[in-house]
């Protein structure tokens, strides 16, 4: 069974940069499309954007602004997200999810996920 374990969240100033990871256990990612998504209470949960299993391939999710990275580190067995120019509004508990799909496959959709981390919490504020 593949396990997730988000991690690099806390209490974040607005402006500056940040580093989540996700870190896996019980299989290898190599084969794995990985979505990183996030929630606030009361609404719904949204998908920021997704890597596929072959390298470089990413997709935004369709309601941000750009300033959403992610990246891959298979030998690390580790999925990273990386957030430029926090916001207020990107306070949630981002989870990431993982789900066995073709190489090119990159979705936004958390319903093709299989497998989801915990989440953590970021809160943005001053």
């Known amino acids: 069974q593949l396990r997730l374990v988000e991690s690099g969240g806390g209490l974040v100033q607005p402006g500056g940069p940040l580093r989540l990871s996700c870190a896996a256990s019980?299989?290898?990612?190599?084969?794995?499309?990985i979505g990183w998504f996030r929630q606030a209470p009361g609404k719904e949960r949204e998908g920021v954007i997704c890597?596929?299993?072959?390298?470089?391939?990413?997709n935004p999710g369709t309601s941000v602004k750009g300033r959403f990275t992610a990246s891959r580190n298979n030998a690390r067995v580790t999925v990273y997200l990386e957030i430029n120019n926090l916001e207020p509004e990107d306070t949630a508990v981002y989870y990431c999810a993982a789900a066995l799909k073709a190489y090119y496959y990159c979705s936004n959709a958390a319903v093709e996920y299989d497998d989801w981390g915990q989440g953590t919490q970021v809160t943005v504020s001053s």
């Open positions: 019980g299989s290898t990612l190599d084969a794995y499309t």
């Open positions: 890597i596929a299993s072959s390298i470089g391939l990413t």
